[in-house]
């Protein structure tokens, strides 16, 4: 045996998730079947990598979880074929998430400082199916392919014993007491291999499990079918391969492996040739960084974070799994999650309803904001956009200095012609030019999904399919915050903002809504203390059984007296929608059209700001429900939901 001392190197993220110095260690190497293996301490715990005589180009490798020394032909072919293969021992963890904070410092560690290819085939053996599958889930992106040797999927079969086999007792306590769960809260937990396994499915990550059907302890029908049967109905490439030659030992659970080259195949022809992926980091632009959010969570073990954006934030995706992300992470704080996605609306009405809908529920350490996609649709101008993001940051910093916000433009296929056309899209460049003016962290999603699109990685049409991203689309964005937040150091925190002169003196920086009774109705207009569609239309959550103030007649009229500096409405736009005229302290009649592209399928909630560079101070706004009809619309209706104002 020989020993080769090392100098220090930088591991790429901790347990912690820091970015910091790996201890200086020292590496062991030895032989294991005529191939160089390489011990080392890692994570206080133990790891090893066995290199090939000659790599393949690209450095494809295996990656084995839990008893790394069972059934170790595939491993010997493979080895002698160019493949590494590694192992990091988080035994007896059982796929719990802290074993997934491990297992992600060790891939960071193998891809970054041994320039392991990007994408790993996993291997797992029996309880190693938790681990494999856990970790699989978490990173879909970065898994080439799964063999499985009679694993567990659920362990309410094994430790558990609650189906038809055999079962292990002190493991399904130390299970219980790890997951914190009990008998019958165990019934309905959901972070099992059998479960979540859409984003799995939308990379088309191919399976692979050898069984024996004579299984008692793993049955394969509690097991390996379930799961093999889910999976292929959410469109998941999946084998299954009974083994039935020689001898099966312990109640058919160890069984002899038959032709292991073949198995060698199966991860050499999905590993070969080495897929290289674009990296994360080149679109990340931290600035101030989100240190301060994450110390805050690690140090008083408690933290509030919102989400604030349209239909991609409204839907279940990247949200979810960034909370997800968190709550293992920091596993012992008290997390309250503010969801304030909005489907169709854009920075503008983010600014306005900023205050009811995130302030009220909680003061964030951690903010995330996307209006990219509605800005571009809603078509807001690149004035209105500066002032609406700008008043988001402004009165987000307001109210905590220390507060760490993510600016993200989601990507679009109308961005792709710009980015075409040789230029960034202007709603891309005002997020990263309100994000670096306030020190907000910035993720260019929109550049990043457009440049993998190019470069092969996946498609927009099959993969990704829609501005409202598949299972695939959420994946990839929830990675690119994931690495921003794997990236933060948790001792770089930064002082309190110090708010900078504003971009625009006319920004939203104090945008609120006012009561729709502060309206005094001339004629017709009245407030229907819950209003519903009438016939019925889909509506937007919040828009629909709340109060609004409605005229639906021509010539129906109101005035409203306000302060500030910009004065405009919040609607909701059916297909009867109207247009209105309304004078601004007695000036010139001006007019505005309610109806939008959308309004005859559904009841939309639509922003309108009347003037927003008013002078500070005391003003009237009369309106009116004009004579003129858009010809698409089938009436003259007006229902607003809300004023809006900015002082």
Not at 346 to 363: C, I, N, Q
Not at 440 to 447: D, E, R
């Amino acid at each position: 045996m020989k020993t080769i001392k090392l100098s220090t190197y930088l591991l790429y993220f901790l347990l912690s998730g820091t970015s910091t110095a790996f201890a200086q260690s020292t590496e062991k190497t030895t032989v294991w079947k005529g191939f160089e293996k390489v011990e080392f301490a890692f994570e206080n715990t133990t790891a090893w990598y066995i290199k090939p005589a000659q790599a393949l180009p690209g450095n494809p490798w295996v990656w084995r979880a839990h008893f790394p020394t069972w059934h170790t032909e595939m491993d010997s072919i493979l080895l002698s074929r160019g493949f590494h293969i590694a192992y990091v021992n988080t035994n007896d963890w059982f796929g719990h998430p802290k074993a997934m904070r491990v297992w992600d410092a060790f891939y960071s560690y193998l891809t970054g400082s041994k320039n392991f290819a990007p994408k790993v085939a996993l291997e797992g053996v029996s309880r190693g199916g938790l681990y494999v599958y856990g970790w699989a889930k978490r990173n879909p992106e970065k898994v080439i392919c799964i063999y499985a040797e009679a694993p567990v999927c659920d362990p309410k079969s094994w430790p558990g014993g609650q189906g038809k086999g055999t079962g292990s007792p002190k493991d399904w306590e130390r299970w219980l007491e790890l997951y914190g769960l009990t008998d019958q809260t165990a019934k309905d937990f959901k972070d099992i291999p059998l479960h979540n396994l859409e984003g799995m499915a939308a990379f088309k990550i191919p399976i692979l499990h050898v069984i024996s059907l004579k299984d008692k302890i793993v049955p394969p029908e509690e097991n390996t079918f379930p799961l093999v049967e889910a999976y292929t109905r959410l469109g998941g490439p999946a084998t299954i391969y009974s083994m039935s030659r020689g001898e099966q030992t312990l109640e058919g659970h160890h069984f002899p492996i038959e032709h292991p080259e073949r198995w060698a195949d199966f991860i050499q022809q999905h590993s070969v040739p080495v897929q290289q992926l674009l990296p994360h980091e080149p679109y990340l632009e931290p600035n101030r960084g989100v240190g301060n959010a994450l110390s805050v969570f690690e140090r008083k073990k408690a933290g509030t974070v919102a989400f604030l954006g349209g239909s991609i934030t409204h839907n279940p995706g990247w949200r979810n799994k960034v909370a997800q992300y968190l709550q293992e992470r920091f596993s012992d704080t008290q997390f309250t999650f503010i969801t304030a996605g909005i489907p169709s609306l854009g920075s503008t009405p983010h600014a306005f309803r900023f205050g009811k809908d995130v302030l009220e529920k909680g003061t964030p350490d951690l903010l995330f904001v996307e209006s990219a996609v509605n800005d571009r649709t809603n078509g807001f101008s690149k004035e209105a956009q500066i002032r609406a993001l700008e008043g988001i940051l402004q009165q987000a910093y307001e109210a905590n200095p220390a507060m760490s916000v993510v600016l993200m433009p989601f990507a679009d296929p109308d961005k792709f012609g710009d980015y075409n056309a040789g230029r960034e899209p202007v709603e891309v460049a005002v997020h990263r030019q309100v994000a670096a003016h306030y020190g907000a962290s910035f993720i260019n999603l929109s550049q990043e999904i457009y440049d993998r699109v190019q470069a092969r990685e996946f498609s927009w049409t099959y993969d990704f399919k829609d501005l409202h991203p598949s299972p695939y689309g959420q994946e990839l964005y929830f990675q690119s915050i994931k690495t921003l937040l794997q990236n933060a150091d948790l001792n770089s925190q930064t002082e309190s903002i110090q708010l900078p002169a504003p971009l625009d003196k006319f920004s939203y920086s104090k945008a609120h809504y006012v009561a729709l009774e502060e309206a005094e109705p001339t004629k017709g207009f009245k407030i229907d203390p819950q209003w519903k569609p009438y016939p019925p239309l889909a509506t937007r959550p919040g828009f629909v059984d709340v109060p609004m103030l409605i005229g639906e007649v021509i010539g129906d009229s109101f005035k409203l007296n306000f302060t500030g500096r910009a004065i405009g409405i919040a609607v909701v736009s059916g297909p009867d929608a109207g247009i209105l005229s309304y004078r601004i302290d007695g000036k010139k009649a001006q007019t505005i059209d309610l109806f939008t592209q959308w309004s005859q399928q559904l009841h939309l909630p639509w922003y309108l700001l009347l003037a927003d560079t008013l002078k500070p101070g005391n003003h009237t706004v009369d309106v009116t429900i004009s004579d003129k009809t858009n010809p698409a619309s089938s009436g003259n209706a007006c229902r607003i939901v809300y004023f809006l104002v900015n002082d």
